[in-house]
């Protein structure tokens, strides 16, 4: 299974497909870091929003770049067929983890070009630890959305993509939704917790490790449970 992550990963990372992402991190890390002072706290929440919508688009992406032949290819090589999709998931979790990890670095670099100077207290190891998994738990909620509706789920590629699009958009607007329509916060379940680090810590000084933990696992829990539904999907459409 090692090999079929590893050739997924040199497929992505030696072509074209990170060239926009990596700009997109660039550009935002320019922009969130320009004016001082900043907050540490605040700085990860908008970090992870970002690196949701950021791995919205990677996992769109990837999705649309698959070659069916080579699927194929590689489904019939696994002895097991839920080894395939394995294998798949776990290579889109890497490069999440990959993309997280150098936006969770944008208040180390802020840091380092401000001469500690930049936020309103001192970064800490602790925050940084704490800021990687706020953001991560905004990737694997984008790359988890903008997988799910991928060709072997819907075949109608526009349709598909109208729907990701909204589905993120009412992610990231839906804590303001509830707080004028109380009512639809029933539905709160139906969208991943991306916003939940707002809503916990905005405004503050410091991470509390065990909310930390809790919106962590809350995000685990909601991507397998999406994953789970969308392999079965997948598994029953096959290459059709």
């Known amino acids: 299974m090692s090999n079929r992550i590893n050739y997924r990963m040199s497929g992505y990372f030696g072509g074209t497909g990170a060239v926009i992402p990596v700009l997109m991190i660039l550009c935002f890390t320019a922009v969130m870091y320009s004016i001082k002072p900043g907050n540490i706290i605040d700085s990860y929440i908008v970090s992870g929003v970002f690196a949701f919508c950021l791995m919205v688009f990677v996992a769109v992406g990837i999705g649309g770049r698959e070659n069916t032949v080579q699927e194929q290819i590689l489904f019939l090589i696994e002895k097991r ?3 395939y999709y394995i294998a798949r998931e776990l290579s889109l979790i890497v490069i999440t983890i990959v993309y997280c990890f150098f936006i969770a670095l944008g208040p180390v670099y802020a840091n380092l070009v401000y001469r500690f100077s930049f936020f309103t207290r001192v970064l800490t190891v602790n925050d940084v630890i704490a800021g990687f998994f706020v953001v991560l738990a905004g990737g694997l909620s984008g790359y ?3 997988d799910l509706l991928n060709i ?5 590629r526009r349709m598909a993509l109208m729907l990701t699009v ?5 992610t990231t607007v839906y804590e303001g939704i509830c707080q004028e329509v109380p009512r ?3 539905l709160g379940y139906l969208f991943p917790p991306v916003m939940l680090p707002a809503k916990e810590f905005i405004g503050g000084e410091i991470f509390e490790v065990g909310k ?13 449970v999406l994953s789970t539904i969308k392999i079965v999907l997948m598994n029953r459409n096959r290459f059709e």
Do not use: E, P, Q, S
């Open 184 to 186: 639809v916060a029933i």
């Open 166 to 170: 909204l589905i993120a958009l009412l």
């Open 144 to 146: 988890t959305i903008g």
């Open 81 to 83: 067929w839920v080894d």
């Open 212 to 224: 930390v933990f809790a919106i962590v696992m809350y995000t685990i829990v909601y991507c397998l």
């Open 152 to 156: 072997r789920v819907m075949k109608n």
